[in-house]
């Protein structure tokens, strides 16, 4: 995380500001998952799906597969997912 502070004409201006390193969903089905540039994720990684299911990160290319550890059925084509650091 990064602290930014800019002083603006007598006013301070503070920003946190997260880096997070997130992909998208390319196809899921059969509680697999194939997603698509979810660079520097670390093999055994959870990964977090843009509606709240878990799953974990099964190779190191940025075309991964994730094995979802709930239902997902409400994951869809072309959403979100971000890796969360936590091996599992």
Same mark, same amino acid.
């Given at each position: 995380?990064?602290?930014?502070? $800019?002083?603006?004409? &007598? $006013?301070e201006f503070r920003a946190k500001?997260?880096?997070? #390193? ?13 997603i698509h540039d979810l660079d520097?994720? !670390? @093999? ?11 799953? $974990? @990160?099964? #190779?190191?290319?940025? #075309?991964?597969?994730?094995?979802? !550890? &709930?239902?997902?059925? !409400?994951?869809?084509?072309g959403s979100s997912i971000k890796?969360?650091?936590? $091996? @599992?």
């Amino acid at each position: 995380m990064v602290l930014l502070n $800019i002083p603006l004409d &007598g $006013i301070e201006f503070r920003a946190k500001l997260k880096i997070v #390193n997130s992909g998208t969903v390319l196809q899921v089905g059969d509680s697999i998952a194939r997603i698509h540039d979810l660079d520097k994720v !670390m @093999a055994g990684e959870l990964v977090e799906f843009e509606e709240g299911t878990i799953g $974990i @990160a099964l #190779n190191l290319e940025s #075309n991964n597969v994730v094995v979802l !550890m &709930g239902d997902g059925l !409400m994951i869809q084509e072309g959403s979100s997912i971000k890796a969360t650091g936590k $091996i @599992a």
